[in-house]
């Protein structure tokens, strides 16, 4: 059964960078099965989506050409944010850049079937991320 | 950009009613509308899919209809662990994503 689970620092100060990972287990981010997806939520209010990746499983994987890898990032966002992963590891990661209090929220790493990209149907627990000095 | 209306806020109901959640998207989106669960501290769980489809493992109580712009959730007979905030999200032919605002269900 496939798991998520993120770690990463819970306070970033403003103007440094966010970086979170997310430790995937019962399933390969490298298979083609699932799309990887980061998804905050600020305290009382809705999810954001922030970014995608997809991982090709049927084209040989070439680390240095980043060959078979497709993402998509929230247009808002997208100046500041990159998704990536690490095969070997099975881990995908968040990098958000020049952070400031409004991006403090509960970040989640998400997968979603092949067949249905944004039909996120397995989230990690969450993980509190504090903009503060 | 498609925007979302996801309403009532909150909504107050005993165990037993009836409730029905609503969200109209700003223009056409076929059926491309998700409904997800949240309680409190937890992450939001996937109950509908592509607007009617029911996940596995949700009980036959929660039904989902619409098309267009129009979509509503409905929870027929309403139990104590239906008690939390539910989230429409949307998403278009290129896949962008947007959720709704948001429905607290209260007792």
Avoid at chain 1, 12 to 35: A, D, E
Avoid at chain 1, 68 to 90: C, E, H, Q
Avoid at chain 1, 91 to 113: E, G, H, I, K, R
Wanted: one cysteine or more; aromatic letters at 10%; charged letters at 15%.
């Amino acid at each position: 059964q496939l798991q998520l689970q993120e770690s990463g620092p819970g306070l970033v100060k403003p103007s440094q960078t966010l970086s979170l990972t997310c430790n995937v287990s019962g399933g390969s981010i490298s298979s083609g099965t699932y799309y990887w997806s980061w998804i905050r939520q600020p305290a009382g209010k809705g999810p954001e989506y922030l970014a995608r990746m997809y991982i090709d499983g049927s084209i040989d994987y070439n680390p240095s050409l980043k060959t078979r890898v497709t993402t998509d990032y929230s247009p808002s966002l997208k100046s500041r944010v990159t998704i990536s992963g690490d095969t070997s590891k099975n881990q995908f990661f968040l990098t958000l850049n020049s952070v400031t209090a409004a991006d403090t929220a509960v970040y989640y790493c998400v997968s979603s079937p092949n067949w249905s990209p944004v039909g996120f149907d397995i989230w990690g627990q969450g993980t509190l991320v504090t903009v503060s000095s | 950009d498609i925007q979302i209306t996801q309403s009532p806020s909150s909504l107050s109901a005993s165990v037993g009613d009836r409730v029905t959640i609503t969200c109209q998207a700003s223009q056409d989106i076929s059926t491309y509308l998700h409904w997800y669960q949240q309680k409190p501290g937890k992450a939001p769980t996937l109950l509908i899919s592509d607007a009617s489809n029911l996940e596995s493992g949700v009980p036959s109580r929660f039904s989902g209809s619409g098309s267009g712009t129009d979509f509503k959730l409905t929870i027929n007979s309403l139990q104590p662990e239906d008690f939390a905030t539910y989230y429409c999200q949307q998403y278009d032919y290129l896949l962008r994503v947007t959720f709704g605002g948001g429905t607290k269900v209260e007792i």
